[in-house]
């Protein structure tokens, strides 16, 4: 299939996900992920017309970003080093993989205007997943009230790779609990009011459970490496 029908399908399964729980499908946003295929293939996505495109490595948002421009927002999707910072940060719309305060603090020396961000949760409660645990999050973002140019969006997670549903709505129904307890903070440099949760295999579950953001990589572009 295309790329062109896989995000007419993918568009689709959204409009059916959102109208099954009473959602406007107009508020979820398709991030088209191309770490795995050419400038290319990401070319063919924005005519398909994509508006949003995730890379995990600042080498490959950087390619891209040659190539297409302004044209879409950007997002960083993957662990940020912070020696990376530098590279990428006068290129991105949104990061969606804060995490530490180091990484915070170099986000802050380098950006010269307000940025994006995510707070990356383990929600799954999996060992091997990045991002901070549940009972971390909220103390971690009154920190960040400290800095200028840091607005937290929202929370971001990555469900584990299983078959089974049930575990992986838990996570995103923890990931939306914790949104709500960080919106009645109410925290001006923290609205909160994006989740970035969902991928190729279980964003319709997103969906159903508050997604606005989903991150679609295999199943919208393909995987050529
Ligand atoms: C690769 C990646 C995706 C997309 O994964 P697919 O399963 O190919 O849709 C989404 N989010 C993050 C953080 C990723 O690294």
Known sequence: MSVQENYNKIKQDIQQAA??????????????????????TAQ???AAGIRDIGENRDTGLLQKYEAIGKEVMWHFIGTLQ?????????????????????????IEKRATKTVKCFVQVNASKELTK??????????YIKELGQFRFIEVVGLMTMAENT???LIIRQTFQRLKKLQLEVQALQLKHAPCTELSMGMSNDYHIA???????????????????
């Open 19 to 40: 109208n099954k729980v009473g959602r406007d499908p107009e508020q979820i946003r398709i991030i088209a992920v191309t770490k795995y295929v050419s400038i290319e």
């Open 44 to 46: 063919a996505a924005v």
């Open 82 to 106: 912070t020696r990376k910072v530098k590279n990428i940060i006068d290129k991105v719309d949104y990061i969606h993989s804060l995490d530490r305060m180091s990484l915070a603090e170099e």
């Open 130 to 139: 990045h991002g901070l645990d549940i009972e971390e999050v909220i103390p």
């Open 207 to 225: 969906i159903e459970e508050g997604a606005t953001f989903i991150r679609i990589g295999t199943s919208l572009v393909g995987k050529e490496f």
């Open 163 to 165: 078959d089974d549903e």
